[in-house]
């Protein structure tokens, strides 16, 4: 099983340059960086990047990311991975672009 993270192209563009990052702004100010599971990403990104194109989706191995990954009640009751460290490159097992299309995000095959 993998967990995703969507980024926007400069954060993911950061996160190249630098080689980690402690996420997006919403993430600095929860204070961990959010992920989603397969069945939840797209839901994720009807919320929270409506409309936003030059989106990159990050997939990441839970089993990876150790003790720091916490599984928490989020959205309708719903347990979410938070990851409370940095992200690295070395934590990414592939990366996409998710374009915009006309009724949403299109996600990669297989995904969802």
Do not use: C, N
């Amino acid at each position: 099983m993998l967990i995703y993270k969507i980024f926007r192209r400069p954060e993911w563009d950061d996160l190249k340059a630098t080689g980690q990052t402690l996420g997006a702004p919403i993430d600095l100010a929860d204070g961990f960086i959010h992920f989603s599971t397969a069945a939840q990403v797209m839901e994720t990104a009807a919320k929270h990047f409506a409309g936003e194109s030059d989106l990159v989706l990050v997939a990441a191995d839970p089993d990876k990311l150790g003790a720091a990954l916490k599984w928490e009640v989020s959205r309708g009751g719903a347990l979410f991975p938070h990851l409370f460290r940095r992200l690295t490159m070395s934590d990414v097992v592939w990366d996409t672009s998710l374009p915009l299309g006309a009724s949403g995000h299109i996600f990669p095959e297989g995904l969802v």
